[in-house]
């Protein structure tokens, strides 16, 4: 239904609203299918950060959607005609729940029966992802890493000197209005902090781990920064710090499969860490959702400030050009603008 | 029984929805919500796929024996953090793309690159 009212709605604002709400409804669907570590992470990534981002992206783009300038046919009969044959294809699955479905044959009776004397870790997803397909997690990390460095390449801005005496009186009011939600999120923070770490540390017996750890963690210092402004987040939470973390996060778990390399074992085999092999198991564990952890929350942090760096200095940019216009860099983005305003012209004409 | 294959065909519906929106819209903030409800119903799919019938969530405790399959819920739950890394760095071209272009509407953006090529 969500998904139907987003096809059909043209102001961005609601479609990103309707994406939380759908968000938070597959969550709670995941817990209906007895999967609590993938509705933990869809709740914090499906409701939270990723509606968050998408604000934060309308702002920069605009919130309405231009009309459709020509029938949807032609989209509708392929769409149509790739659901039908879908669900043709669907009439050979086993049925839904069913225990002798292909898919439970396999690996995972193994990793079922016998996951807690190999590994020691009563919850199986936290064993399979940080033990079994280590090196499969490994590269995920390594995507969301580059990910970053992607986002970060794309939208970081040089570092310069701006007016803060005008900001200050704008933060000021913005702080009166909003006392209420300031003081209770203040107040909310640390325990968001703290139930981050909880998540982090216990996602060995409990749903929970390095991933959804990650985005709870990043979701906090995401929330000081739009109490606080910018400018005071990027005082507190320094840019280079939160860059090195990142980095630090994917070498730490790198490292644990040298280490293990080095003595004379497989790649992220984590039984020779430690005299006992399992005892091994847990270090390893924990060595890795820690570095997993850590690069999450830090691209989740890079992402999200350079998306409101990058509008902030949109919006100054707007507030020079409308004041004075002698400086180089407003006389290029104003060339910039008229060549545009042409462009626009141009269309025009060619519409006529 | 047909009916105890519900859970695909909501999978296919949510998924024809996602795809209608990317191929349909123009807007490209428009099209990557697309790709998002087009990526939750390959979630939905995978764990679906893992449920077994009275079984629980797979976490080890006395006196359970059955458990849902693990191994989609490890897929997914990595799935979803990288999801929305690559949704970022997607509305991150967007952005840079309004800012190049001044509008996210992909068939003006096509006009402009029209006139562009024309002109040189």
Known sequence: ?352 | MVLGLYNYWIVVLLMMIGFYIVIAHGNLIKKLVGLTIFQTSVFIFYISMGNVENGSAPILAEGLSRYSNPLPHVLILTAIVVGIATTALGLALVVRIKESYGSIEEDEIQIQDQLTEDKT
């Open chain 1, 1 to 352: 239904m969500i998904a139907i009212a987003i096809v059909r709605t043209k102001d961005l604002l609601a479609v990103v609203m309707l994406t939380g709400i759908y968000g938070l409804l597959s969550a709670s669907f995941f817990v209906v299918l007895d999967a609590v570590d993938v509705a933990f992470t869809e709740a914090a990534v499906g409701a939270g950060i990723s509606g968050l981002l998408m604000l934060a992206a309308i702002t920069m783009t605009g919130r309405t959607e231009a009309p459709k300038r020509h029938k949807p046919l032609l989209a509708l009969l392929v769409v149509f005609v790739t659901g039908g044959m879908l669900i043709y294809g669907t009439l050979d699955m086993p049925y839904f729940g069913s225990f002798e479905a292909p898919v439970h044959q396999h690996v995972a009776p193994r990793y079922i029966n016998d996951s807690m004397q190999e590994v020691g870790v009563p919850n199986i997803v936290t064993s399979v992802l940080a033990s079994y397909r280590a090196f499969d997690t490994l590269g995920e990390v390594a995507v969301i890493f580059t990910a970053g460095i992607g986002v970060l390449s794309l939208l970081s801005l040089p570092q310069r000197r701006r007016s803060y005496r005008l900001d200050e009186s704008k933060k000021e009011l913005m702080h009166e209005q909003h006392m209420v939600v300031r003081i209770v999120s203040k107040t909310l923070i640390p325990f968001i902090l703290l139930f981050a770490l909880y998540v982090q540390f216990h996602g060995d017996f409990g749903p929970g781990g390095g991933f959804q750890a990650g985005v709870i963690f990043a979701a906090a210092i995401i929330l000081y920064a739009m109490l606080f402004g910018l400018d005071t987040a990027k005082r507190v939470f320094n840019q280079t710090l939160i860059q090195l973390i990142a980095a630090i996060g994917l070498l730490l778990y790198a490292s644990v499969g040298v280490v293990s390399l080095f003595s004379g074992v497989n790649y992220l085999d984590y039984n020779v860490l430690a005299d006992d092999p399992v005892a091994g198991q847990h270090l390893g564990i924990l060595l890795i959702e820690l570095g997993v952890g850590c690069t999450v929350a830090a691209v989740m942090i890079i992402i999200f400030f350079n998306f409101v760096g990058r509008r902030e200095a949109q919006q100054d940019a707007n507030e020079q050009n409308s004041t004075e216009l002698n400086n180089s860099h407003e006389l290029k983005s104003t060339e910039l603008k008229s060549t545009e305003l042409n462009n626009t012209k141009q269309n025009n004409r060619e519409g006529e």
